[in-house]
């Protein structure tokens, strides 16, 4: 159980930098000369779209991956963990007092 952790402790940093990498070398939609000067470069009502090239792609599986390994990383701490953020506190009972 606690090396399933460490491996999926390990994806999701390998995850999280290949996200980071793959979001920083993406081109911004307006990225072409007109763009530069505020130019829609298209009559359309949202503007120029292309289509969705590798890059993209490999963000929105990159970006479903590092959720699905948050989600896992969640599940599996909350299994190893078994007690609580107060745990190894004494609990105290206050009778409030009659007036």
Known sequence: MIFGLYALVVVHVVVCLFLI?????QQGKSADLAG????QG???AFGPR????????LTTWSAVLFMVTSIGLTVL?????????LSGEKTTQTV???K
């Not at 292309?50 to 792609?57: D, E, H, Q, Y």
């Not at 701490?77 to 953020?85: P, Y």
């Open 21 to 25: 990498g793959v979001v920083l070398l």
């Open 36 to 39: 530069a000067f505020g130019g």
């Open 42 to 44: 298209s009559q359309t």
């Open 50 to 57: 292309g289509a969705a090239n590798l890059l993209t792609k």
């Open 77 to 85: 701490l909350a299994k190893t963990s078994d007690h609580s953020v």
């Open 96 to 98: 409030p007092a009659k």
